[in-house]
């Protein structure tokens, strides 16, 4: 087994990770992004017998100026089926040739639900995984709508009854930063993280030419927004970004109008598999309700590993 970690080509990255649907984390417009922010990404390519088996983009950061470190999230991303041995083989091969200065570590948190993780048997496990909503975009619209919970579908049809109206906000920064604005306010009230500001700018910009990177949506009441979510498209798969609603927006049910929008229009775009981020019923239970109540499936990720 022979791990790269260089001269990769972007295009045939690219294309491995759009057919595998992955995740954002491991996308290289991510890891640009991150490094523009002045973090290190690495990317490895695991080969075996000539055959590419596996792709793993890694975050790495000094810690205490002491530990080298990198964070492979929601990956590596395998892209051919494989067993636990394989795996597990393919988890090694990184550790023991990751480029970074001793004392290192380096750690995993597989795109995996925890009931179907395999190959770390051998790793620590040091943090449990987050749970999110993962909606199955092949599926017929008329059956992801009847997936939703009863009261997530009669509240969207109370917004579709009230005539809202669905804009698709432009894709040029100057279009979409006041949403960014807006949340990050609300973000900061309510004393959560979330990556930079500047990011959605930075992924943008270093997206191939031509390719979709962002969607934003918004709903307006009278002149003023009323409402927005943004996802962010990474091939074959999308996560939701963003979400910003007013009180208008609450008592119109725009969230759930707009996110129905854009599962319609990632459908149509070719996109199978859209993230609607962490769910935590204890910090965030409106939040939980709302992204479960859309129909998708609740998948509890296996964690961190070491």
């Not at 798969?237 to 996110?259: C, Q, V």
Request: hydrophobic share 45%; net charge positive; with cysteine.
């Amino acid at each position: 087994m022979q791990v790269l970690w260089s001269g990769h080509d972007r295009a045939q990255w690219d294309a491995w990770h759009r057919t595998a649907a992955a995740a954002l984390q491991q996308d290289w417009a991510y890891g640009e992004a991150m490094q523009s922010g002045g973090v290190r990404c690495l990317r490895a390519r695991v080969l075996l017998e000539g055959r590419t088996l596996a792709i793993a983009q890694f975050i790495g950061v000094r810690v205490a100026l002491l530990v080298s470190t990198g964070l492979c999230s929601r990956g590596p991303v395998f892209l051919e089926p494989l067993d636990g041995p394989a795996r597990a083989e393919i988890y090694r091969a990184l550790k023991r040739s990751v480029p970074l200065p001793w004392p290192r570590a380096l750690f995993f948190t597989p795109d995996d639900a925890l009931e179907a993780v395999a190959g770390v048997e051998r790793l620590h496990r040091v943090m449990t995984g987050y749970a999110t909503v993962l909606i199955n975009l092949e599926q017929p619209l008329e059956a992801l709508r009847a997936a939703m919970h009863p009261k997530w579908r009669n509240r969207l049809a109370a917004a579709e009854r009230a005539g809202l109206a669905v804009h698709r906000v432009g894709a040029k920064p100057a279009q979409y930063r006041w949403l960014l604005e807006r949340e990050e306010a609300q973000r900061k009230g309510r004393g959560y993280l979330a990556l930079p500001t500047g990011f959605v700018e930075s992924y943008q910009a270093l997206k191939p030419a031509g390719a979709d990177a962002v969607l934003t949506l918004r709903i307006d009441v009278g002149r003023e927004p009323a409402a927005a979510m943004m996802f962010l498209i990474h091939g074959e798969a999308a996560s939701y970004h963003i979400g910003w609603t007013g009180d208008k927006g609450r008592e119109l049910d725009a969230h759930n109008l707009l996110l129905w929008q854009a599962i319609t229009l990632l459908k149509h775009k070719g996109v199978r598999r859209l993230d609607l981020g962490g769910v935590n019923t204890a910090s965030g239970a409106g939040i939980a309700r709302f992204k479960i109540g859309s129909g998708g499936a609740v998948v509890q990720f296996a964690g961190t590993y070491f």
